[in-house]
């Protein structure tokens, strides 16, 4: 398909407008529910009853709060000696450290008890750092309770987020957390950002700035008992102030189907915000008819252009179109990248010598070789081929041309979340197409 650029993902209804998961994050408005209530014309023998609608009250899980009364669950005073203080003034709840705090981890929870289903949540926090000119040590986030009595989490940092699962008892116990995600759409620290996360039976999809950044393959499973806000700070960090605004929850529909897979195909011809941030400094780029053309203004340089969800279980797949000569050892080379995050990510290239490499790269061990070998059919000169990488729980997987080229699981340093993209190394001599990339696609797998 020429010039195609297609994403498909169910939309399901939510709070105000829950947008569509393209680049450019249109929202679509929410449709209304409506009722007919009949009014009288005018007395005469024709008379007639005009009917118009009157709009049904969103069925609220959490009203929007004002943060005005102190009776509240959110709003309720912190005693003397914690840690955290709070304030409630003006529509807004705001946490910040107090001066007794002694090195410990600290937590300071919130949540409205309830039984649902499936839920969306809105809500705007603004994070104020200790120092505006240093890193945002602040850490915030959401949580829903099921009736058993375990905790899913979204955690924010920065501009970083992650999803866990706690255990609460006198104690917050963390079971589990996914990996570290760095999301292009957070504001920097000062801006106010408006979180939104959508839960199904299944699934969890996170939205910041009508922007789609994360989806979680869990969800509300058999029903949820609690819906909560909650500030934290590590003992070796220091907390400065978080602000809560316009904080609601609403019941979304039995009727809705589950959200559906993450699919999205761009054949790089023309800029379509799949890579909203490039990443290619010290490069030449440039969408053509034919596709990305990339090469470096810096020798041996490495490069990457990364995009969101954030997802698990995810198949990427590009055709990388360049010079290929058997008979001479490569130093470039181009491919694909799934689960990127903080901790690592896992990377698959074609060489310039027909030869196709799997890296581990963490800080522990940075490019890690997994995988090496010799790709069987492909001609000398200037080729285009197809390269795809799996990474399905612990199983990475290589196909070169439609064929399997590799195949192995990989458990060390629990790289199993992430976001998708492209990846280059750079020759020696730089020209205007030295690579080009085209019909990119990722695909989540369940």
């Known amino acids: 398909m020429n010039k195609s650029f297609i994403v498909f993902i169910s939309i399901i209804v939510g709070i105000g407008a829950f947008s569509a998961c393209t680049p450019t994050q249109?929202?679509?408005?929410?449709?209304?529910?409506?009722?007919?209530?009949?009014?009288?014309?005018?007395?005469?023998?024709?008379?007639?009853?005009?009917?118009v609608p009157t709009a049904t009250e969103l069925p609220y899980l959490i009203h929007p709060l004002d943060f005005s009364s102190k009776d509240t669950a959110f709003c309720a005073e912190e005693p003397a000696e914690n840690p955290f203080s709070l304030s409630c003034a003006e529509g807004a709840l705001t946490v910040s450290q107090t001066g007794n705090r002694r090195k410990t981890d600290i937590y300071l929870l919130r949540e409205e008890p309830l039984s649902s289903g499936r839920f969306s949540l809105t809500a705007d926090v603004t994070s104020r750092p200790v120092d505006m000119d240093k890193l945002d040590q602040n850490q915030f986030g959401f949580y829903f309770t099921n009736p058993g009595g375990n905790s899913y989490v979204l955690?924010?940092?920065?501009?970083?987020?992650?999803?866990?699962?706690?255990?609460?008892?006198?104690?917050?116990?963390?079971?589990?957390?996914?990996n570290k995600n760095y999301a292009p759409a957070l504001y920097s620290a000062g801006r106010v950002n408006n979180f939104r996360l959508t839960c199904g039976w299944d699934i969890c999809d996170l939205f910041i700035n009508d922007t789609l950044v994360a989806r979680l393959p869990s969800?509300?499973?058999?029903?949820?008992?609690?819906?909560?806000?909650?500030?934290?700070?590590?003992?070796?960090?220091?907390?400065?102030?978080?602000?809560?605004?316009?904080?609601?929850?609403?019941e979304l529909p039995g009727s809705l189907p589950e959200l559906q897979h993450f699919f999205l195909m761009d054949d790089l011809t023309d800029d379509h915000g799949t890579f909203s941030q490039m990443g290619l400094s010290g490069a030449f780029s440039e969408f053509e008819e034919d596709g990305f053309l990339f090469s470096p203004v810096i020798p041996y340089g490495y490069y990457a252009a990364k995009s969101g969800p954030s997802l698990a279980d995810v198949s990427v797949s590009v055709v990388i179109d360049m010079d290929i000569n058997p008979d001479t050892k490569a130093t470039q080379y181009a491919g694909i990248v799934c689960r990127s995050s903080l901790d690592g990510k896992y990377m698959a290239v074609l060489r310039a010598d027909s030869t196709?490499?799997?890296?581990?790269?963490?800080?522990?061990?940075?490019?890690a070789l997994l995988a090496q070998g010799q790709v069987e059919g492909i001609q000398p000169g200037r080729s285009s081929n197809t390269i795809r990488l799996d990474c399905i729980n612990d199983t990475i997987s290589l196909i070169i041309n439609n064929k399997l080229v590799e195949s192995f699981t990989d458990t060390r340093y629990g790289l199993h979340y992430g976001r998708w993209g492209l990846f280059t190394k750079a020759g020696g001599a730089p020209y205007s197409d030295a690579i080009i990339f085209s019909d990119f696609s990722i695909e989540e797998i369940r």
């Open 155 to 178: 955690r924010v940092q920065g501009q970083y987020f992650n999803f866990e699962e706690w255990k609460i008892t006198d104690s917050v116990e963390v079971v589990s957390v996914t």
């Open 356 to 367: 196709y490499t799997i890296f581990r790269d963490t800080i522990q061990r940075p490019f």
């Open 219 to 250: 969800g509300t499973g058999n029903g949820i008992s609690a819906l909560g806000f909650f500030t934290a700070s590590a003992w070796d960090q220091q907390f400065g102030s978080i602000t809560l605004t316009n904080f609601e929850a609403i």
């Open 26 to 51: 249109q929202p679509i408005q929410t449709e209304s529910i409506n009722t007919l209530e009949p009014i009288e014309g005018a007395a005469s023998q024709e008379a007639e009853l005009i009917a």
